[in-house]
């Protein structure tokens, strides 16, 4: 999904939380985006969102993984 200068970066968080194993966002400036994202995690102090992390993609420079953490007891 592009990134949306109108949709708050918070939720792009929120969607990755609710989503199997996260989400995918493309964007020209992935380093840029990534401190934003960081930031407003940050911001929200919301702990939830720290199982959360961001990832550049190793086959597209222009997109960028929000990516749930596997916990040790989730493994198969």
């Known amino acids: 999904m592009p990134v ?14 609710h989503s199997p ?12 985006v990534r401190a934003r994202l960081y930031a407003v995690r940050r911001e929200a102090q ?9 990832y550049l993609s190793p086959f ?3 997109k960028l ?3 749930k ?3 040790q007891d989730e493994t198969p």
């Open 65 to 67: 993984w929000l990516v």
């Open 21 to 32: 194993s996260g989400i995918e966002l493309n964007t020209s400036d992935p380093e840029g």
């Open 4 to 17: 949306d200068v109108k949709e708050p970066i918070l939720n792009y968080w929120y969607r990755a939380l």
């Open 60 to 62: 597209d420079p222009t």
């Open 69 to 71: 953490k596997v916990l």
């Open 46 to 54: 919301d702990s939830d969102l720290e199982s959360i992390r961001i």
